[in-house]
């Protein structure tokens, strides 16, 4: 058993709730701005109820075992606020965002060894209503070490694949590469389809090259292929996918556009390596942001 508490919780925060229940062995605390009454998680195995604590207030959390952070990444500082009282005594914080600066994050909040980076794989949205609904597997992507071994640990007996992996940085660029790609959904406001426009499979070819490029002078491993492989995946995806920043959009939310292309502009400087269509993606997402 152990003391877990999941800070965000929206669609991933969900999902990681009730993987966590359906194993029955731990005291969860759910961490959320507004007050949660019941937290029903819809997923392709049956609706999981969460028995859970649920607080709203930071200053009202004690020290648990461990804290898995599911906010979106711009939201970090407000999730970082959970942490004073949850990570008292020394929890691990196990980071589930996308991109690549998963310790950078929480680096004012948490030491470095502490946090554990996590890539998930998971299509969940949650509902008006708060009910959470999953339509396919989770999978997760955990950096190899003592507490990735212990944060799939915590998930034994759930239905989720996890994969422990030795390099976690080359694991997240790939990821980060399909997220960058996916930016010519929010930007052409077009679900999946849209990649099958020859063009528009070109101009991600060339978007991933940049990343690739920012990539592995961060030192992950990329080859040339990959471009090809995420032009394929979208490809291969029902027509009408909508990856979540094309979600984001069309609801008028906030989007994750820092961390999945301006990153690699920022990187991009920092290395000398240009990225003119990242920052083209980031400069018009913005401008869709700040209305
Ligand atoms: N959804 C997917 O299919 C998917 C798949 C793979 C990866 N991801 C990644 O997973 C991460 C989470 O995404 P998501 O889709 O789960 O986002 P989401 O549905 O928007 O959930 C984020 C939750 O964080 C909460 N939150 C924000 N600040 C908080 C604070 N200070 N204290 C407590 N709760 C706070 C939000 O609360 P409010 O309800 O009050 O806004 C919201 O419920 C992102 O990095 C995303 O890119 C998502």
Known sequence: MARVAVVGVGAIGGVLASLLETTGLHEI????????????????????????????????????????????????????????GLAKSGAAVAVVQNGVEHRERFAPYVTAERIVPVVIDCP????????????????????EGPLGGEFEELFRGSKVEIELVPDFKTAAWRKLCTNAAGAINALTMKPARVFHEEPVAQLALAMV??????????????????????VDMFRGQPKDSVNSLLADRIAGRRMETDARNGVIVRLGEKHGIATPLNRMAVAVLEAGNSQ
């Open 29 to 84: 605390t759910l961490c959320t701005r507004r007050a949660i009454e019941a937290l029903v998680v819809k997923t392709p195995d049956g609706v999981v109820t969460v028995r859970a604590k649920n607080l709203t207030m930071p200053d009202q959390a004690d020290a648990v075992d461990w804290v898995l952070v599911a906010t979106k990444t711009y939201d970090a500082p407000g999730a970082g606020m959970w942490l004073r």
């Open 124 to 143: 969940v949205e949650r509902e008006q209503n708060g009910t959470v609904v999953q339509r396919g597997k989770v999978t997760m992507k955990v950096e």
């Open 209 to 230: 090259a940049e990343v690739v490029a920012v990539g592995r002078a961060e030192g992950a491993r990329l080859d040339e292929s990959v471009g090809k492989q995420v």
